[in-house]
């Protein structure tokens, strides 16, 4: 084990700590193709939803040896848990980013990509980026969670901004109390560009994985509010409300990302 410690909540939550980011991706990568492996062997397929940002650059690891060779990418399924409305072209586009940094170096079967699609409004790309999914639920390429009316995916991965944001769900949004949806849009991030295209809390927590990927000392104090519950509106920051009801939840943080943490925080 590369992390220099680990610690669960009473809720659940599990935080793993490295020492930095290059061992953060060497445990990341043996983390995915673990919970693939154990997907593929159960259910022949494996459901991952990618976020953008720095955890593109973080699964690095899983392109190269022995994961090129031992992973069964062939069994594997890609989802987006957020997007930006904008062309796939343009450097925002997480879907960009995780072609180039991940996508492009790895055998996945091009239809097992389910890209969100930018050629239309963020509405309608929420809308039929659901039905995409509704239809692959209904095949049972992507399972039906038995707790609620979600979809099932074998592992979410997820980022945290500096405000405590995960995927495209920011601080005091109206999108965080959506609960018929599975996937919606937002026209006002407030970290541009505004328009957006989001899983929401209900299928984020319906996953049974999920892995919230932090690093950088920029982000220090949000992890301590995080982890703590202490601090302004902490409980209702969006990376406090990844609670997976039936699944798991593992944090993976790096020293300088973990750096305002005294050990306290841990009920
Ligand atoms: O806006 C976004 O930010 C988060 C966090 O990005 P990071 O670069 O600070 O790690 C990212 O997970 C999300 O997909 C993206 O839309």
Not at 199 to 212: D, E, K, M, Q
């Amino acid at each position: 084990m590369a992390h220099y410690g680990a610690k669960k909540q009473k809720d659940g939550r599990e935080f793993r700590f490295y020492e930095n980011t290059d061992d953060l991706s060497t445990e990341l990568a043996e983390y995915i193709a673990e919970l693939s492996e154990a997907a593929v062997k159960e259910c022949g397929i494996f459901t991952l939803a990618l976020s953008g940002g720095s955890l593109i650059s973080l699964m690095r690891k899983l392109c190269g040896a022995p994961y090129t060779r031992t992973v069964d990418w062939a069994k594997w399924h890609i989802f987006f848990a957020d997007e930006q409305a904008v062309a796939k072209s343009h450097p925002d586009s997480n879907y960009r980013l995780a072609k180039e940094g991940f996508l492009s170096k790895v055998p996945i079967i091009p239809n097992h990509l389910h890209a969100i699609n930018y050629t239309v409004s963020a509405e309608q790309a929420a809308e039929d980026y659901e039905f995409v999914i509704r239809q692959l639920v209904r095949t049972r390429v992507v399972c039906a969670s038995d707790v609620s009316d979600c979809p099932k995916f074998d592992l979410i991965l997820l980022g945290m901004g500096r405000d405590g944001h995960v995927a495209s769900l920011f601080p005091n949004h109206p999108v965080l109390n959506e609960t018929e949806a599975w996937v919606t849009f937002v026209t006002n991030s407030p970290k541009p560009p505004p328009e957006r295209i989001t899983f929401t809390l209900p299928v984020i927590n319906s996953a049974s994985h999920v892995a919230v990927i932090v690093t950088g000392s920029n982000k220090a104090e949000t992890v301590k509010f995080v982890i703590s519950g202490i601090g302004p509106e902490c409980s209702s920051l969006p990376a406090n409300l990844v609670q997976p009801i039936n699944g798991k939840v593992v944090w993976f943080l790096d020293r300088a990302a973990a750096s305002k943490l005294h050990g306290s925080e841990f009920s």
